[in-house]
């Protein structure tokens, strides 16, 4: 499975971006699907996850409330819909492939993913 993220970008404070990744060479819908993010010196951190049918979506608290993570299995497309976005949202993003229904915070539980996608968020 080869994903391509894109849709990162310079924004203002309070401002939104919706990044996308569309995936490749596998069943979409086998997979559970998640957004990472990783800031310069710190680890990559849980962002988002959606199950198979994007019945189940689970959010890192950081995020709750500004971001919505979505899918379209007929596109093979897994989005994240990024609001009243922050300065300490910057950083690179990174979508994720996890074979099975069920997302996890974990980055070590995906199989495959994607380059990164910048998010840079101006005060």
């Known amino acids: 499975v080869q994903l391509q993220a894109s849709g990162g970008g310079l924004v203002q404070a309070g401002g939104s971006l919706r990044l996308s990744c569309a995936a490749s060479?596998?069943?979409?819908?086998?997979?559970?699907m998640g957004w990472f993010r990783q800031a310069p010196g710190k680890e990559r951190e849980f962002v988002a996850s959606?199950?198979?049918?994007?019945?189940?979506?689970y959010y890192a608290d950081s995020v709750k409330g500004r971001f919505t993570i979505s899918r379209d299995n007929a596109k093979n497309t897994v989005y994240l819909q990024m609001n009243s976005l922050k300065p300490e949202d910057t950083a690179d993003y990174y979508c994720a492939a996890k074979f099975g229904d069920s997302g996890s915070t974990r980055p070590s539980s995906y199989d495959y993913w994607g380059q990164g996608t910048q998010v840079t968020v101006s005060s």
């Open positions: 060479g596998g069943t979409f819908s086998s997979y559970a």
């Open positions: 959606i199950n198979w049918s994007g019945g189940r979506t």
